[in-house]
């Protein structure tokens, strides 16, 4: 079993930068994909970006690249989504999601989740 806290969401204004941390329970935490999700009010779910846990492996949604930046500190069994260039589209709950062998970037391929981290960009 994985359980996952997200942090480091608020209120910024567009351009701004914001990181959000991923903390996670269990030994083997080092080796699941670990990916970012969002959700607007009225939108579904949407994939932002993931690291694999073999070789740290990333990839990203096109209306974050070059913009975001996912890692992963397995020493501290954390991921974070370092977000710059802010945008008011950007508005939405955060969510970290684990899946111990990656399958793809869609939410039901995600196995764990934590509760979620607001972030509000203003204009």
Do not use: H
């Not at 370092?82 to 899946?99: F, G, H, I, R, W």
């Not at 764990?112 to 960009?121: A, K, L």
């Amino acid at each position: 079993q994985v359980q996952l806290v997200e942090s480091g969401g608020g209120l910024v204004q567009a351009g701004g930068s914001l990181r959000l941390s991923c903390v996670a329970s269990g030994r083997t935490f080092s080796s699941y994909a670990v990916g970012w999700f969002r959700q607007a009010p009225g939108k579904e779910r949407e994939f932002v970006a993931v690291i694999r846990g073999s070789g740290g492996i990333t990839y990203y949604a096109d209306s974050v690249k070059g913009r975001f930046t996912i890692s992963r500190d397995n020493a501290k069994n954390t991921v974070y989504l370092q977000m710059n260039s802010l945008k008011p589209e950007d508005t939405a709950v955060y969510y970290c999601a684990a899946v111990r062998t990656y399958r793809g970037r869609n939410y039901y391929e995600y196995d764990y989740w934590g509760q979620g981290t607001q972030v509000t960009v203003s204009s």
